[in-house]
Each structure stands twice: as C-alpha cells, then as structure tokens.
C-alpha cells in the first residue's frame, strides 16, 4: 500500500512541476506582448505588472516543488518550457515552426521521459 501511496505522490510533484513550468512559460508569452506597445505606457507596464507576478508565483512554488525533487530532476524538466515557448508563439503570435524545432521538441521530450525512467 506504501508504494501506492508513494507513486501518487511522486505523480502530484511531476504534475505540480509541469504546472509551475506552464505558468513560468506565460512569462514569455506576457513579455512579447508587452514589447508591442511603448516603454512606460499603460499597457506596457499593465502586461510587465503581469510578468512579475507570474515569476513571484512560480518561484514560491518552485521552492516547494525543490523539497521533492532532485535538483536535476527538476531543472531537467524545466526544458519543457523552451516546448511551450513554440506552442504558444504559434498559438498566440502565429510564429512559424521549423523541421528542426519539432526535432528539437521531440528530443527534449525524449530526454525528459529517460530521466522520469532513470530516476525509478
């Protein structure tokens, strides 16, 4: 039964991770959109308002996701943002996707899997 237990915990950290690593990808998303409009206009520093919150957020949870997980567990994951980065610049921006950056996704990916495997 402990191993149950231990595996559902184990899946509520990577899950917790991954949604820490989704809001930290938000932050990019914020920044584009902030350097369309002037330096120092409403809109620029309503948006920028939004990208520190976003990073307060994120590194208060990204503390307690620390207290689970190895350091290279988690920074390895954290590669996933780059992934998020062209879903939402094509969603968002409508930014071309490249042959090579679906290579690059898919090998982030990859590693991200044999290092969830490694660590069993």
């Known amino acids: 039964m402990k191993s149950k237990e231990k595996q559902w915990e ?4 990577y899950v917790l ?3 820490i690593l989704l809001i930290y990808s938000f932050t990019m ?3 584009k959109m ?4 002037p330096l120092m206009s409403l809109p620029f520093l309503f948006l920028y308002g939004l990208v ?3 990073l307060c957020i994120y590194a208060l949870l990204w503390q307690q996701v620390l207290k689970n997980l190895p350091l ?3 920074y390895g994951n954290k590669a996933v943002t780059v992934v998020w980065g062209l879903i939402w610049g094509r969603l968002l921006f ?6 090579f950056q679906i290579a690059g996704s898919i090998v982030i990916m990859i590693g991200i899997v044999m290092m969830a495997g490694e660590e069993k």
């Open 52 to 54: 520190l919150g976003s």
């Open 10 to 13: 184990k899946l509520k950290t």
């Open 29 to 31: 998303v914020g920044s």
């Open 94 to 99: 409508e930014e071309k996707i490249h042959g």
């Open 17 to 19: 991770l991954h949604g």
């Open 34 to 37: 902030a350097s369309s409009y």
């Open 72 to 74: 290279t567990m988690a």
